[in-house]
T-cell receptor, first 115, second 113 residues
Framework: DTEVTQTPKHLVMGMTNKKSLKCEQHMGHRAMYWYKQKAKKPPELMFVYSYEKLSINESVPSRFSPECPNSSLLNLHLHALQPEDSALYLC??????????????FGPGTRLLVL | DAKTTQPNSMESNEEEPVHLPCNHSTISGTDYIHWYRQLPSQGPEYVIHGLTSNVNNRMASLAIAEDRKSSTLILHRATLRDAAVYYCILRESTTSGTYKYIFGTGTRLKVLA
């Protein structure tokens, strides 16, 4: 099974709402990633977890709060978002994140619209 | 962060070879070069990667310049299913010991029947 699943597929939320995005993989990977992708732009890295510990935070605003409850699951908690946060949010995983040649497996993404 | 530059778009006829270029003049000696593609409404999909030597797999070939400042992804016979955005990516090490992908701007490949 080389699949990364993400739920929900689509999400519409108001600026005062709290919502969460979920990502799951069962490949035994120990590194997991959140990316943000605006229309017609490449994905931009937001967070990296390695062995359930936050390894990289690319200066993401605090209204985005990642969580890695276990090695298979990654959440992104959203609170008080702005309309400019509307984007496709991609999750990815890799073996352990510590080797330059290892590849990442991406999920299909959650398309978020903030009204 | 090192940067990659790619043409915005390219066209190819079906069954013809396609050469997708990428410049990465500020690449460091330990950065791997990865290529992914993204079909509409999907997440990026791995194509190929390399460090110094040319690489082949069932999907494509990767030709890396001797000075590593550029690379070319080669699709030997383009099909309509190869129409996608192709990203050239550098995989860089960080101070935390974790690696991260630096995506290029991507090349939108159109395949003509």
């Amino acid at each position: 099974d080389t699949e990364v699943t993400q739920t929900p597929k689509h999400l519409v939320m108001g600026m005062t709402n709290k919502k969460s995005l979920k990502c799951e993989q069962h490949m035994g990977h120990r590194a997991m990633y959140w990316y943000k992708q605006k229309a017609k732009k490449p994905p931009e890295l937001m967070f990296v977890y390695s062995y359930e510990k936050l390894s990289i935070n690319e200066s993401v605003p605090s209204r985005f709060s990642p969580e890695c409850p276990n090695s298979s699951l990654l959440n992104l908690h959203l609170h008080a978002l702005q309309p400019e946060d509307s984007a496709l949010y991609l999750c990815a995983s890799s073996q352990d994140g510590d080797r330059g040649q290892e590849t990442q497996y991406f999920g299909p993404g959650t398309r978020l619209l903030v009204l | 962060d090192a940067k990659t530059t790619q043409p915005n778009s390219m066209e190819s006829n079906e069954e013809e070879p396609v050469h997708l270029p990428c410049n990465h003049s500020t690449i460091s000696g330990t950065d791997y070069i990865h290529w992914y593609r993204q079909l509409p409404s999907q997440g990026p999909e791995y194509v190929i990667h390399g460090l110094t030597s040319n690489v082949n797999n069932r999907m494509a070939s990767l030709a890396i310049a001797e000075d590593r400042k550029s690379s070319t992804l080669i699709l030997h016979r383009a099909t309509l299913r190869d129409a996608a955005v192709y990203y050239c990516i550098l995989r860089e090490s960080t101070t935390s010991g974790t690696y991260k992908y630096i995506f290029g701007t991507g090349t939108r490949l159109k395949v003509l029947a």
